[in-house]
T-cell receptor, first 114, second 118 residues
Framework: GDSVTQMEGPVTLSEEAFLTINCTYT??????LFWYVQYPGEGLQLLLK?????DKGSNKGFEATYRKETTSFHLEKGSVQVSDSAVYFC?????????????FGIGTKLQVIP | GAVVSQHPSRVICKSGTSVKIECRSL??????MFWYRQFPKQSLMLMAT?????????EQGVEKDKFLINHASLTLSTLTVTSAHPEDSSFYIC??????????????FGSGTRLTVV
């Protein structure tokens, strides 16, 4: 079945540091890939997405590129802020019909310190 | 944009009672809604998938008699935790897929419900 492997946190960075959160996946066919963010006490928000190989999703300074050859979708940001402190989930959704459920990674907690 | 409202955001109930959680799509119709459970420091686990007007499909290991799901309209799905026990304490979150929603878009999530059973 589908699976998402995500680096476990927590990740602690100083403000303005470079961020990388690794994510790799296993799926049949050509899934859509997502990064969701969960701020403390809140639900999930879609951060960015990519639907086919070599697509780059970007939002709020975050980027991730759909790499089919390495089955990866690593999240990057050049300069993190304290307000980026949250839990980040990598996810995929298959495109093979049916209910197309979303499979999540374990989530990576990011803490940015001033 | 698409908004999903989940209510209540927090609930504390006594062991043995039942709790109902509502998930509403506010500005779109949702063919399919998904219910997830999130344990502390763990990822979201899909519990069940509900389609309007039909029985929910439960994931393996999820007790359908304990977690009752009703998707009575295209804008409302409910999850009822029956005879709740402390081990049911968790964060429950729903997501919705729009009618005719493109397959390459993420689903919209509610803000979640923190259930504490005492």
């Amino acid at each position: 079945g589908d699976s998402v492997t995500q680096m476990e946190g927590p990740v602690t960075l100083s403000e303005e540091a470079f961020l990388t959160i690794n994510c790799t996946y296993t799926a049949t066919g050509y899934p859509s890939l997502f990064w969701y963010v969960q701020y403390p006490g809140e639900g999930l928000q879609l951060l960015l997405k990519a639907t086919k190989a070599d697509d780059k999703g970007s939002n709020k300074g975050f980027e991730a590129t759909y790499r089919k050859e390495t089955t990866s979708f690593h999240l990057e940001k050049g300069s993190v802020q304290v307000s980026d402190s949250a839990v980040y989930f990598c996810a995929l959704r298959g495109n093979s019909g049916g209910y197309q459920k979303v499979t999540f990674g374990i989530g990576t907690k990011l803490q940015v310190i001033p | 944009g698409a908004v999903v409202s989940q209510h209540p955001s927090r609930v504390i109930c006594k062991s043995g009672t039942s709790v109902k959680i509502e998930c509403r799509s506010l500005d779109f119709q949702a063919t399919t809604m998904f219910w997830y459970r999130q344990f502390p420091k763990q990822s979201l686990m899909l519990m069940a998938t509900s389609n309007e007007g039909s029985k929910a499909t439960y994931e393996q290991g999820v007790e359908k008699d304990k977690f009752l799901i009703n998707h009575a309209s295209l804008t409302l799905s409910t999850l009822t935790v029956t005879s709740a026990h402390p081990e049911d304490s968790s964060f429950y979150i729903c997501s919705a897929r729009p009618v005719g929603g493109a397959t390459n878009y993420g689903y919209t999530f509610g803000s979640g419900t923190r259930l504490t059973v005492v």
